[in-house]
C-alpha cells in the first residue's frame, strides 16, 4: 500500500501491555471531543502530530501529492507553519487574508462556515461542540458523492458496501438523494459508529475509480487496516474528485478545500479515540 501509514495497529484495536504505545493513540489527550476548538487547541495538536498525520494533514491541502512520504516533509516546525498557513489561505478572502494570524486561526468558527456550506442542519451547526459538528460534514460529503452519482451507479456503489446484504432495497434506497440515502443508511451497520469511516473508505476508493482518478490507498475494512486508511490521504481524495464538492471562485474564501482539510483533521481524532478504545 502506497502513502498510508499504520501507527502500530495490530490485529486487535488496543495495543498490547508489551507493545509500544501507538504513536495515533498518545494523541487522544488532545482530541477534546465535548469543547469548542479554539486557536489554542488547533496549535496544541499540531505541535503533537508525528510526522506522518502532519503528512496527511499537508497532502489534505494539497501542500503535497497523495503519494507523498514523510520524505517529502519539511520539519515539525516547518511544516506546522505550511499548514497553517495555507489552511488560513484558503479559509480566508483576500482582504482578510493579509491581516490574519496564522497562530490564531478560529477554528471552530471554520468547521461551522463549513458545515452551513454542506448543507448541515442549523440546530446542528449551533449546538454541537466541533467533533460531532465534523463528523457532521464527513456525512454530508458522502450526501455530496452520492449526489454526483446517476441511479445505476448508486446502485453498483451499493453492491460493493452492502456485501453482507444487510441493505434492504437497493433501488429504492438508489432512488433516493443524498441526505434521504444517508438518513436510511445511518440506520445500517455500515454507517453507524467507526463503521462510517471504513465504509467511506470503500465510498471514495469506487467513486474514484468510476471516475479514472488513480489514489493511492484502496478500500479497507479489517480492522488491523483502519489506522491505515484513516492517516492515507482522506482530504487529498476529496479535492481530486473536486467535482463533485464544487469550485470557488477566485479571491473568496473556499469552503471546499477548507472541508477537505477538517474532514482530514476529524480522520485522524477519530482514528485515535478508536484505536484508544473509546469509538
Same mark, same amino acid.
Given at each position: 500500500?502506497?502513502?498510508?501509514?499504520?501507527? #502500530?495497529? #495490530?490485529?486487535? @484495536?488496543?495495543?498490547?501491555?508489551?507493545?509500544?504505545?501507538?504513536?495515533?493513540?498518545?494523541?487522544?489527550?488532545?482530541?477534546?471531543?465535548? &469543547?469548542?476548538?479554539?486557536?489554542?487547541?488547533?496549535?496544541?495538536?499540531?505541535? *503533537?502530530?508525528?510526522?506522518?498525520?502532519?503528512?496527511?494533514?499537508?497532502? !489534505?491541502?494539497?501542500?503535497?501529492?497523495?503519494?507523498?512520504?514523510?520524505?517529502?516533509?519539511?520539519?515539525?516546525? *516547518? @511544516?506546522? =507553519?505550511?499548514?497553517?498557513? $495555507?489552511?488560513?489561505?484558503? /479559509?480566508?478572502? &483576500?482582504?482578510?487574508?493579509?491581516?490574519?494570524?496564522?497562530?490564531?486561526?478560529?477554528?471552530?468558527?471554520?468547521?461551522?462556515?463549513?458545515?452551513?456550506?454542506?448543507?448541515?442542519?442549523? *440546530? &446542528?451547526?449551533?449546538?454541537?461542540?466541533?467533533?460531532?459538528?465534523?463528523?457532521?460534514?464527513? *456525512?454530508?460529503?458522502?450526501?455530496?458523492?452520492? @449526489? /454526483?452519482?446517476?441511479?445505476? =451507479?448508486?446502485?453498483?456503489?451499493?453492491?460493493?458496501?452492502?456485501? %453482507?446484504?444487510?441493505? $434492504? @432495497?437497493? %433501488?429504492?434506497?438508489?432512488?433516493?438523494?443524498?441526505?434521504? %440515502?444517508? #438518513?436510511?443508511?445511518?440506520?445500517?451497520?455500515?454507517?453507524?459508529?467507526?463503521?462510517?469511516?471504513?465504509?467511506?473508505?470503500?465510498?471514495?476508493?469506487? &467513486?474514484? !475509480?468510476?471516475?479514472?482518478?488513480?489514489?493511492?490507498?484502496?478500500?479497507?475494512?479489517?480492522? /488491523?487496516?483502519?489506522?491505515?486508511?484513516?492517516? !492515507?490521504?482522506?482530504?487529498?481524495?476529496?479535492?481530486?474528485?473536486?467535482?463533485?464538492? !464544487?469550485?470557488?471562485?477566485?479571491?473568496?474564501?473556499?469552503?471546499?478545500?477548507?472541508?477537505?482539510?477538517?474532514?482530514?483533521?476529524?480522520?485522524?481524532?477519530?482514528?485515535?479515540?478508536?484505536?484508544?478504545?473509546?469509538?
Amino acid at each position: 500500500m502506497t502513502g498510508a501509514t499504520v501507527w #502500530g495497529c #495490530g490485529s486487535s @484495536d488496543q495495543p498490547s501491555e508489551s507493545a509500544p504505545v501507538d504513536p495515533l493513540v498518545r494523541m487522544v489527550r488532545f482530541v477534546e471531543p465535548d &469543547i469548542n476548538w479554539t486557536a489554542r487547541q488547533l496549535n496544541v495538536f499540531l505541535d *503533537e502530530l508525528p510526522d506522518a498525520g502532519l503528512l496527511s494533514l499537508k497532502q !489534505g491541502l494539497g501542500l503535497l501529492e497523495g503519494t507523498a512520504s514523510t520524505a517529502d516533509l519539511a520539519g515539525t516546525p *516547518e @511544516d506546522q =507553519r505550511h499548514i497553517k498557513k $495555507q489552511l488560513l489561505w484558503v /479559509s480566508s478572502n &483576500i482582504f482578510k487574508y493579509p491581516v490574519s494570524d496564522i497562530e490564531g486561526i478560529p477554528y471552530h468558527d471554520l468547521v461551522k462556515w463549513v458545515a452551513s456550506k454542506t448543507s448541515v442542519d442549523q *440546530e &446542528i451547526v449551533k449546538s454541537r461542540t466541533t467533533y460531532p459538528l465534523e463528523r457532521a460534514i464527513n *456525512e454530508q460529503a458522502f450526501a455530496m458523492l452520492w @449526489d /454526483s452519482l446517476d441511479e445505476s =451507479r448508486r446502485k453498483e456503489l451499493l453492491a460493493t458496501i452492502d456485501t %453482507a446484504g444487510r441493505i $434492504q @432495497d437497493h %433501488a429504492g434506497v438508489a432512488a433516493l438523494g443524498g441526505s434521504a %440515502a444517508l #438518513g436510511v443508511l445511518s440506520a445500517t451497520t455500515y454507517f453507524s459508529g467507526f463503521a462510517f469511516y471504513t465504509t467511506m473508505s470503500t465510498v471514495i476508493s469506487t &467513486i474514484a !475509480g468510476w471516475a479514472g482518478v488513480t489514489l493511492p490507498f484502496a478500500a479497507y475494512t479489517g480492522a /488491523s487496516s483502519i489506522a491505515a486508511f484513516l492517516s !492515507g490521504p482522506v482530504g487529498w481524495a476529496l479535492l481530486a474528485l473536486g467535482g463533485a464538492v !464544487g469550485a470557488a471562485m477566485l479571491g473568496r474564501a473556499n469552503w471546499s478545500k477548507t472541508m477537505a482539510f477538517i474532514i482530514q483533521l476529524h480522520s485522524l481524532k477519530a482514528a485515535s479515540r478508536h484505536l484508544a478504545g473509546l469509538e
